[in-house]
């Protein structure tokens, strides 16, 4: 508030512009960058009364984790605009700060049922280049060896 010369009655400061004694005539301009947040009539802290509130907000949702199962989240990221300055309100969370909600629930499906010994073994052989060599009747012991 400034008290104006001509009317002789107190007028409120421009936004970025305040008062720091009673009857003063003029308003002082703040820092460069910072600014006055609706004071009260009558109310003057000085330069105190110029800050800069944070400005910021969450990107949206990114995709889910994972396609199903327990535990699969889709997270969204807060980006800082404008940081506090002087006795601006600070930002409800830090810049980067992940948030993360759970994805609806899907159940996945059955794992496959583990091949037959018999199919295991012959996949291994394989693998391993001995299939080939092997005589039948050696493999069919082995077979037999290993129920």
């Known amino acids: 508030m400034w008290s104006s010369s001509e009317t002789g009655k107190c007028q409120t400061c421009k936004s970025g ?20 947040y609706g004071k009260s009539v009558g109310a003057h802290n000085g330069a105190d009364d110029c800050k800069l509130n944070c400005a910021g907000s969450y990107g949206a949702f990114g995709a ?23 006795k601006g ?11 993360a909600k759970p994805c609806s629930y899907v159940a996945c499906p059955p794992p496959p049922p583990p091949p037959a010994p018999q199919q295991q073994l012959k996949s291994t052989l394989s693998a391993l280049g001995v299939l080939p060599t092997m005589g039948l009747a050696l493999l ?8």
Do not use: I, W
Not at 65 to 85: F, L
Not at 89 to 99: I, M, Y
Not at 140 to 147: D, G, I, K, R, S
């Open 89 to 99: 309100k600070r930002c409800p969370v830090q810049d980067g700060f992940v948030e």
């Open 17 to 36: 512009q305040y008062s720091d004694a009673n009857g003063q005539t003029t308003c002082k301009s703040c820092a460069s960058g910072l600014k006055t």
């Open 64 to 86: 889910c984790s994972g396609t199903c199962g327990v535990g699969v989240v889709q997270s969204h990221k807060y980006k800082v605009t404008t940081a506090a300055k002087g």
């Open 140 to 147: 069919a012991t082995l077979l037999v060896f290993l129920q």
